[in-house]
């Protein structure tokens, strides 16, 4: 009986562990200043600030609707113009489960509580955990979400290019 119960813990960890991918909160300044003058992806005087949980959890909610609605736009653009859609799938987020995510909040001109989140494959041996990965192209491999968290608007979403 106890092995019963054990296995049955044992599934119902992996199943809710399945869907999970590894992630990060980054709230330093100095991330927000990287951002902002080295890859130029938020705009000036942006402010570091904390996440709670309940912000963390509606972050994750947005964001995958943001990933939904993407995706579907990406299959669409690619079946208006007559290709394949399996040209669509190499620009498409995949299931998060694959990526290493990076939570970045902040606090926009306005005050306003806003979150860049940043997924990958591949952190090229760097420490991720500690600072942006930040490449060019890589496909899906590779996507970009910045959220209004206040108004829960999308303010941006894609995946990187191909070389």
């Known amino acids: 009986m106890k092995r019963l119960i054990l296995l049955i813990i044992g599934l119902l960890n992996f199943a809710v562990c399945q869907g999970q991918s590894d992630y990060v909160i980054l709230k ?87 979150i860049w989140i940043n997924g990958f494959c591949d952190s090229f041996n760097k420490d991720w955990r500690k600072e942006i990965i930040h490449v060019f192209d890589g496909g899906n491999c590779y996507f970009t979400i910045r959220l209004n968290l206040l108004t829960g608007e999308c303010i941006a979403v894609g995946t990187n290019g191909y070389a």
């Open 28 to 114: 330093d300044q100095s991330i927000i200043h990287d951002l902002i003058s080295t890859y130029k992806i938020l705009p000036e005087a942006m402010l570091a600030t904390e996440l709670s949980e309940a912000e963390f959890n509606l972050a994750k909610k947005i964001s995958l609707k943001t990933i939904e609605d993407y995706n579907t736009k990406v299959n669409e653009g690619f079946k208006k113009r007559g290709e394949s859609r399996r040209y669509a799938k190499m620009y498409q987020i995949r299931d998060l489960k694959n990526y290493k995510i990076q939570y970045v909040p902040y606090l926009n001109e306005k005050r306003e509580k806003e």
